[in-house]
């Protein structure tokens, strides 16, 4: 099977910091990561810093998903593996996980999300097409929430 991501990009009307700081602050990502499960309060905490754990708990702070931050520029890329801690790891590949990619194009700020590689997990399409409608949901309530606070 051919890889298989999650690949979206949005415009953000706000300074590249702004919009750092809503993917990465604790008590930011606990404003949209609820909906990654389905409206139940849920944070991602991380150090960010190359080779920190990332860990997203939820509202009793058991973590569900871990991962580590893989790639770090400050302010323009950010990747980190997410694994389900209930199951076992699998091998991942230098650009697997989820990537932010934050650039300045003609005075305006994109951010670029993408996710996977689905394609070594059972029901691949499946995890795929449920990330996607999920970032579907959450690129716009970053947007918001970084263009509140510019």
């Known amino acids: 099977m051919s890889k298989l991501f999650v690949d979206k990009t949005i415009e ?6 702004q919009v750092w700081d809503v993917l990465t602050r604790r008590e930011m990502t606990g404003k949209w990561a609820s909906e990654f499960t389905g409206g139940v309060p849920f944070y991602i905490e991380s150090g960010w810093k190359l080779g920190s754990l990332v860990l997203w708990k939820d509202q009793n702070g058991s973590v569900i998903v ?3 931050v893989t790639a770090l520029e400050l302010y323009r890329l950010l990747r980190f593996t997410v694994f389900d801690v209930r ?5 991942v ?5 989820i990537t932010y990619r934050l650039s300045e194009v003609g005075g305006k700020m994109i951010l670029q999300v993408r996710q996977g590689n689905f394609s070594g997990m ?20 970053v947007k918001a929430l970084a263009e509140q606070g510019s």
């Open 12 to 17: 953000i009307n706000a300074p590249i910091a």
């Open 87 to 91: 199951s076992e790891k699998p091998v």
């Open 122 to 141: 059972d029901e691949a399409e499946k995890f795929h097409r449920m990330s996607e409608e999920v970032w579907e949901c959450v690129l716009p309530e």
């Open 66 to 68: 871990e991962g580590t």
């Open 93 to 97: 590949a230098e650009e697997d996980g």
